[in-house]
């Protein structure tokens, strides 16, 4: 969608204004869309955090001293578990975490 639509009339330059509704409905999609991205942001942290939750120093030492992280192979689905069962009990729990 554009907001400015130039055009040449006449060898001068013009614009075309769109309706201020038009304005309002990209404000609302671009806040929407911000909205959504501070949501997985904060999925990923949430997962992130639940997964340095295993990590244990020294534990595995791979080459050139790297830690690995050893997590248990059903680790993802008890996540998911957890993460639905808050969400029902409040889908915003998410937003009220750090």
């Known amino acids: 969608m ?22 309002k409905t ?12 501070e949501f997985v942001k904060k999925v990923a942290k949430n997962l992130y955090n639940a997964m340095a939750s295993y990590h244990k120093e020294g534990l595995i030492i791979g080459p050139e001293g790297a830690d690995y992280l050893v997590i248990p192979s059903n680790f993802l689905e008890r996540w ?11 889908p915003n729990f998410i937003l009220k975490t750090d």
């Open 26 to 37: 990209l404000v609302e999609l671009s806040t929407s869309i911000d909205v959504q991205k």
């Open 80 to 90: 998911l578990e957890k993460f639905e069962i808050k969400y029902r009990l409040d």
């Open 2 to 23: 554009c907001i400015r639509d130039r055009r040449r009339v006449h060898g001068e330059r013009r614009r075309r204004v769109e309706p201020l509704e038009n304005l």
